[in-house]
Structure formats: C-alpha cells, structure tokens
C-alpha cells in the first residue's frame, strides 16, 4: 500500500491577516479568502452575530455557499457560540496514492488551516480543520477530552446559492426512508426542498447542486466516518442544510477526543471533474500498514449470484453456480442468505470453497448483522464467525441488514473491517448508509450498498426508472463504490438490453456482482452473441471520462480504460434520442471495435417464461433488445447513436494486436 503521508509546514500568521478573517465572509476580494492550490476555490471566516463562527465558499469568484453556521454542541455547550479564533497553523499536502475505482492513482493536494478555537463562557478549547482543494472545501472538529463525552448535535451548515436544482434520493416508505439509502434519485429546486415530499425534511448524503448560470456542480456530504454517528442534511428552509443525527435530541457518546468526520462541498466546473474528483477518499486516513502489509488477498473481480433471479437453492445449486462463475471468466460466486439452514452448513460451505479453489472460483458467503453485531468481549460473536469463515475457505463476507447509521452501527462496521482485515477477508457491506471514502482506508471493503439497485424491480416498489439509473453515475457513486448488482435482463423495467449491460460500464464497484442468471447471459440466443463482451468488462478502471452531453437523469454518456482498451457506455433516461460524441483520446492507429446497441429494427423480446423465478415484469413484459456489430475504426472519429427510451449503448475499442486486461 502507498502510504499517504502528509508534509505539513507551519508558517506565520499575521495579526492583520487573522482581523480580516474574522471580519466578514461577504467579501469577494480572494486577496481575503483561504485559497486553494490553484485558487479556483476559496473560503473565508466570520464571527457572526452572538460570537457565532460562520464560513462561506467561492467558486470561480463567485460565493456558492453563502454564509453558513459552524460549531458542534458537547456536553450541552455550543462551542460554535461566543468564540474566539486564535492564528492557526498553515500547512500545505500534495501527495499521490494508488486507488481504484474511476482511475489508479489519486493525488491529495490542498492547503490546510487549523483553527485554535476558544469557547469564551466555558474556557474549552478545541480545533476547527480547514482544508481548501481545487475541487471543494472540507472542516472538522477536534474537540479533545478525556472519558465520556456527550455529543448532542452540530451547527454545521450549507447555505447554497439561490436557483440551485438540487438531486435528492428518497424511499416514498416511511419506515425504510433512510436506513438503507435505497431511495430513488429525483430533482427539485433548492428553495423546496424542505418541503417537497411528504416524507419530511430529511434527506441522506450526497446531496448534489447544478448551480445556476453555468456556474458548474456541487455536492454537499461526509467523509471519514469513524467513532461518530453518521450526518443527514436536514432543509430548514431559506436554502439552508443543516447536519442531522440518527439519535435526534438524545445525542451519542464518544470516548475521549472527538474527531468529527469531514463535513464536505465539492465542486467542479463540469460533471467530468464531479467524477474524477478524490476529495473524499483523499480525506479519509491511509491504510495501517501493520494490518495491509501483505494486501494480496484484496482482488477486484465479478461475481455470479443466484439470489436475484433463483434464491438461494440447495448446496447442488451452489455448486454449479461456481461452474457458472468459472465458464464466465469470473473471479468469484456469492452464497447468499438461509445457507446457515442447510445440513452441516459449515461442513457444505468449505466443499463448496474447496470446489471453488478447483475452478479459479472464490467463494462469498453472507450473513445477518444481527448474528455477530454483540460488542460484548470485542465482539466474540464477529471474531468467531470470521473465524469458521477462513477455516472454510471463503474469501469474503456479505454483511446485510445494519439499516441504519447511527454510532453503534457505525462503530459495528469498523470493527468488522479492522477484524475482517486480521484474517485477510474481504467485506461487502448491504443495508448500510453510503461510501464516505470507509475503502481508503480499509482497502478490503470491496463494496457496499447504500444505493437503490436492481433488486427493486421484483419488489412492490418497482421497477427502477431509467431517469434514476441515469442519474446515479453523478450522484451516488461520487462518493465511492456501490453494490447496485447490475444486469438483470429478465426483469429489466422500463429499460433496454443494451441499457442493462452499459450499466456494468457506468456504475463503479471493484467487486461487481451480476443479478442475471449466468445461463441466461451464455444460453439465451439473442444474448448470446454479446457475452464475450460481458466476460471482458472489468470491476476497476485505469481512468475516466464522462462525454460532453452528460447530463444528470436524463443521459450518462462515459469512456473508461483498462489498460489499452477503452469501453464506452451510454445510459439513456425517457426521451429517445440521436447521441453524437468525439473520441480525441484515441490515436492514429487502428482499433478493433465490437459495440452493442439498441435494436430499432427487431421485434420486442417477451420476457415471460424467462430463467428468473422471482421476477415482477408489472406492465413491462417485453424488452427492445440489442444488436452487436463488429467494425474497425482508424484513429480519433466522431461517432453518432440511435439510443431507445430507456436505451443504452457499449463499445469496447481494442487497439489491433493488443490484449485486453479483463481485470
């Protein structure tokens, strides 16, 4: 692992400089402002009415977050009231690290403020962390103590530029609102967001902002969660968010200093620059090295699933799926719930791993949060199931069911990565809030939930519109992996074949777990001819960029790599339409390519009678299907595409004598 260390320099503080900090954060002259490396960015400082700390943002000259409350209540006592500021220490971090995701290699590079804060009635001091990228703004507390201390809540908040139209999921199910983060993405304008839907006010992390007058893009969410209960945005009208807790008025304990996590806006002049960003797995710490120094267990790859379209089956099931897996190409198969009641299921669990070993084939299995999430004598129960895990022989645990954020299950999570890690185990995580960057820090997280997936469409709430799908590559997976199980061409919804399959191209988890049933996808006639497409599409990409054109809910168009293979996906919301786009990253060499596209022409496909026993088709019983073509391209060319209502599109583009590095 490269280790992301930081090489700080303090520097003087002029007192002037500190008298203008203070003074007030309305003023636009960036001379005033803390600025970022490449001054694209900046934030300035105020104390407010009452002796309130304040903050605001500048985009390109422009204030996006205007003047906005800061400070965290601790043992009853707002320590964001009556304060003074003392010089802080500058510090300046510009370094690179291996990552995976989007791109291989991320690079860290801000200014840092720290802030010596004094609460003046309670003599407590505490720090405020300032840091200032080219790509958006993070602050944290550090509120240092010994024992219990009592966190009742933040004052933390965003006051977004007017006219902002602002991308919020939401579960129109008031008892799974937000324990899963399973809600649909959707827009509104700012100034309604308090109250546009029923379900109140509240609303999970990431929000993201097209900002008005072509201003650009932003998204206002957390990083770094760890030892703290997990942040919400509350509207409270007047274009206002504020931090919100899990625990309400009643609050949650921290032993000893609080570190809050980062409290983050990231910004971008476009939606290439929202994807690419690194802010938050740049704030979140490096691996331990004692815990990663050997990381060779932590392999991204595919993974076959009977779940979605079969349950679970008997331990013969289980079996061929792993024949399945190895026939696909793919590096792992996932045994999912009610294993646990087979006869002898440990016994079963290792002749399956011992089968999978024979094939290539790594094994998953999955459990209950509720049957290991005792902390009693470091959580005995956890240790011991990992423990009867490896001696199986399987390479990694589903963890399902937290449904929720609060501290407790916070704390549950990491201690499951910390003890997952001692016994080189590799973690997915479902019925979980979203990424805050957990995976940089504790590289065997390989995904998590916290997204609305394809296994919505069999259930009451479906299916799965295609505005969400594109949408999600702009707003849920710009804060890190997530297990949306693509591919589901036998219950597809409102969406096209060609739309299922560029799905595994936009949506960004190094383990990729496939909700189709694997015969279908090698069997099927029609689908047949594009599964040497399927097996070469990789979990993890070399680098990425999003196609002008894109446009959040209605069109995601992207290129990614893999070594020297470039893959194109389209994903097409409700309007059809003609997509015309360059490729300049090419050269001037020539290129096998083999694209997959919306077929006008062919009659619907009847999805009934189809290998899926638990699909839901509702109203959509057919589906346009696709059609594959191979052709040759010479160098850089523009290239147009018929895309269907609900459509999609992929195109792998391998350079002529070149391999494909398919993981």
């Not at 999912?336 to 009641?341: E, L, R």
């Not at 669990?349 to 999978?356: A, Y």
């Not at 929720?404 to 590799?426: H, N, P, T």
Request: proline residues 5%; charged residues 20%.
């Amino acid at each position: 692992m490269t280790q992301n260390l930081m090489h700080l320099k303090t520097v003087a503080f002029p007192l002037f400089i500190q008298a203008v900090l203070i003074a007030t954060a309305c003023q636009s002259n960036a001379g005033d402002h803390l600025a970022s490396p490449s001054k694209v960015i900046s934030a300035s400082l105020e104390i407010g009415p009452g002796g309130s700390l304040r903050y605001a943002v500048f985009f390109n000259g422009t204030q996006v977050v205007e003047p906005s409350e800061l400070g965290i209540t601790i043992n009853g006592v707002n320590l964001g009231r009556g304060v003074v500021l003392g010089p802080p220490d500058i510090s300046e971090i510009d370094v690179t690290y291996a990552t995976r995701g989007h791109h291989g290699q991320a690079r860290d590079h801000c200014k840092l403020w720290r802030y010596p804060v004094t609460h003046t009635e309670s003599g407590r001091q505490y720090t405020l962390d300032l840091r200032v990228y080219d790509d958006g703004v993070a602050f944290r507390y550090i509120v240092p103590g010994t024992g219990t201390q009592h966190v009742d809540g933040e004052d933390s908040s965003w006051k977004l530029i007017a006219n902002s139209k602002t991308w919020f999921f939401e579960r129109l199910n008031k008892q799974w609102k937000l324990k899963s983060y399973a809600g649909e993405w959707m827009p509104t304008d700012i100034e309604n967001l308090q109250t546009v839907l029923p379900m109140g006010p509240i609303q999970g992390t990431p929000l993201v902002f097209e900002l008005p007058e072509a201003l650009g893009f932003a998204a206002v969410t957390k990083a770094a969660l760890y030892n703290y209960s997990g942040m919400r945005l509350k509207a409270i009208g007047d274009r206002t968010l504020v931090a919100s807790f899990t625990e309400g008025d009643a609050g949650f304990d921290v032993d000893g200093t609080v570190i809050t996590p980062w409290r983050v806006i990231m910004l971008a002049d476009d939606l290439n620059g929202l994807v690419n960003s690194d802010l938050i797995s740049n704030l979140n710490p490096a691996p331990d090295e004692s815990l990663f120094s050997d990381s060779s267990y932590i392999k991204p790859g595919r993974c076959v699933w009977s779940w979605e379209t079969l349950g679970l089956g008997s331990p013969e099931t289980q079996r061929h799926f792993i024949d399945l897996a190895a026939q696909m190409e793919f590096e792992y198969s996932l045994v999912d719930d009610g294993w646990k009641d087979w006869e002898s299921p440990w016994r079963t669990i290792k002749s399956l791993c011992d089968h999978g070993k024979e094939k290539n084939v790594g094994v998953w299995v999955w459990v209950h949060s509720k049957d290991i999430l005792d902390s009693a004598n470091d959580y005995a129960l956890m240790q011991s199931f990992f423990d009867r895990v490896i001696e199986s022989g399987a390479v990694g645990v589903k963890i399902d069911f937290m449904n929720g954020e609060s501290k407790d299950l916070i704390d549950f999570e990491i201690v499951a990565l910390r003890l997952a890690a001692q016994r080189e185990l590799m973690i997915n995580f479902h019925g979980c809030h979203a990424s805050t960057g957990e995976s940089q820090t504790w590289p065997n997280e390989m995904t998590r939930e916290g997204i609305r997936g394809i296994e919505v469409n069999k259930m009451k709430e479906g299916p799965l519109p295609s505005t969400h799908n594109a949408a999600l590559p702009f707003t849920r997976f710009l804060v890190g992996h997530a297990d949306y199980t693509p591919v589901l061409y036998t219950n597809p919804g409102p969406t096209t074949w060609a739309h299922q399959l560029a799905t595994t191209v936009a949506f960004t988890s190094p383990l990729q777990i496939y909700a189709e049933h694997p015969e279908t996808m090698m069997q099927l006639p029609i689908l047949k001819d594009a599964l040497s497409v399927t097996k070469t599409i990789p979990s993890v990409w070399d680098e990425t960029i999003v196609l002008p054109g894109s446009k959040i809910g209605e069109l995601s168009a992207m290129a990614r790599r893999s070594g020297d293979v470039w893959f194109i996906g389209l994903l097409n919301a409700d309007t059809p339409r003609t997509f015309e786009f360059d490729l300049p990253f090419l050269d001037n060499h020539g290129y096998s390519v083999t694209t997959i596209s919306d077929d006008f022409d062919a009659e619907p496909v009847s999805l009934e009678g189809l290998l899926n026993q638990k699909a839901d088709l509702k109203a959509f019983k057919t589906v346009v299907p696709f059609k594959v073509d191979q052709t040759r391209w010479k160098g850089a060319k523009r290239i147009r595409v018929q895309l269907a209502k609900g459509g999609g599109f992929v195109a792998i583009i391998k350079p002529e004598n070149a391999g494909i590095r398919s993981r």
